[in-house]
């Protein structure tokens, strides 16, 4: 009996340690098929980069707007998203995209980088006095753009070092810069080594509003033509998200913004306000806009 009692624990031991391994199995599966989806993925058309080139060094200096008129898009399952809609946002402009979740916001944010691509419509990059001058979008235009999604994308390292990922030659005044516009070197500045401070992976080490603000600053810094903030600023209070917004459109540099919120008490600072309604993006007058601060 003695020797039954061992040996069934030994056989209990190794058959739990078996079983252990199934979920592993099945995650490393899954994670296996959905490489295999992107693998299999169709090529991006990168053929208009020169003609982006060419046009971003003919018109950054005047700044780089955007135009999406009469959009559809339907999702792969049949769930139609926008049916007619129109954007459009220009240099020293913010744009905001209000609403609540499951809207379309961020899907419209999608297809102004083009990762996806509407059934019908306009959509282009303009530029000029009287944006005549345009280029279509495509995977190319992306180049364009800045984006910070909801969160942050901070990586482990300094802060120095975070900010020339996107601008490698950075100077130390630039980067500061870039933290004063995002309200970021208030606290940055009482560090003890200041730029040079340690940021753990996804921001560890700063608060939520902190790390979004950094990463405000690293999109900043590159100086993009066209800023997209995906709720990148609603870890902040409404003073400094207010502020945050204010000094981007003071900013000398001619860059277009398009922010998408839920917190509609940013919106009467921003250039126009569109609301995702019965599929279409409706510009709000005045009066909504205070009617939905007043309501929040």
């Known amino acids: 009996m003695t020797m039954f009692l061992s040996l069934s624990g030994t056989l209990t031991s190794s058959v739990n340690s078996l079983v252990s391994l199934i979920p592993s199995a099945i995650s490393l599966t899954i994670s296996a098929g959905r490489l295999m989806d992107i693998v299999k993925m169709p090529q991006e058309d990168y053929s208009q980069d020169t003609l982006v080139q060419s046009f971003e060094k003919q018109h950054k200096a005047e700044g780089i707007g955007l135009n999406m008129q009469n959009l559809s898009y339907t999702y792969h399952n049949g769930t139609s998203v926008f049916a007619d809609a129109s954007i459009e946002a220009y240099p020293h402009e913010i744009a905001a995209l209000a609403g609540p979740s499951g809207e379309g916001k ?62 490698p030659d950075a100077t130390d005044e630039e980067i500061i810069e870039a933290l004063q516009l995002a309200c970021a070197w208030d606290f940055v500045e009482k560090l003890p080594e200041g730029i040079e401070s340690t940021v753990k992976e996804r921001g560890g080490g700063f608060s939520e509003g902190q790390a979004q603000r950094l990463s405000i600053a690293h999109a900043l810094l590159r100086k993009s033509p066209i800023l997209l903030l995906d709720e990148a600023t609603s870890a902040p209070d409404v003073a400094a998200e207010r502020k945050v917004l204010r000094n981007i459109m003071q900013d000398t540099y001619p860059r277009t913004c398009i922010v998408t919120t839920h917190r509609p008490t940013v919106l009467n600072i921003c250039t126009r306000v569109y609301a995702i309604r019965d599929k279409k993006c409706k510009v709000l007058e005045e009066v909504e806009i205070l009617e939905m601060m007043k309501e929040f």
């Open 106 to 167: 961020t899907t419209m944010l999608r297809l102004i980088l083009s990762l996806l691509t509407p059934q019908e419509g306009s959509f282009h990059v303009c530029a000029g006095a009287d944006h005549e001058q345009i280029i279509p979008m495509s995977p190319s235009t992306r180049k364009l753009f800045s984006y910070v999604p909801q969160g942050n994308t901070m990586f482990s390292g300094t802060i120095a070092e975070n900010m020339r990922n996107v601008k």
